[in-house]
C-alpha cells in the first residue's frame, strides 16, 4: 500500500515538473510519462484509455512544445528534467 501511495505521489511530482518547465496539458504530460515507462504509442494509449490517434496528437503537440522532432529526444529531454528531482 505504502509502495503504491510513494508511486503515485512521484507521478503527481514529475506530471506538474513536466507540466510547469515544459508549459503542457496535464494529459501531455501524462503522455510524456507513460511513453518514459512503455516507449510504444499503442501501449501509452491502453494505459490511459486514449485512442492511438489522440496519443499520436499529443506527440506532435509535446514535440512542437519541446522543440524536438523525435520521440527519442523527448524522452532524453524528459529523463534530464526528472532526473533533477530528488527521488
Given at each position: ?42 501501449l ?20 512542437h ?14 529523463d ?8
Amino acid at each position: 500500500f505504502l509502495c503504491e501511495l510513494n508511486h503515485h505521489a512521484e507521478t503527481q511530482i514529475a506530471t506538474r515538473l513536466l507540466r510547469v518547465a515544459l508549459d503542457l496539458t496535464p494529459t501531455e504530460a501524462a503522455v510524456a510519462l507513460s511513453l518514459r515507462d512503455n516507449h510504444d504509442p499503442m501501449l501509452v494509449a491502453l494505459e490511459l484509455g486514449l485512442a492511438i490517434s489522440t496519443v499520436r496528437s499529443h506527440l506532435k503537440h509535446l514535440f512542437h512544445k519541446t522543440e524536438t522532432t523525435r520521440q527519442s529526444q523527448l524522452l532524453r529531454l524528459v529523463d534530464r528534467l526528472l532526473s533533477a528531482v530528488p527521488s
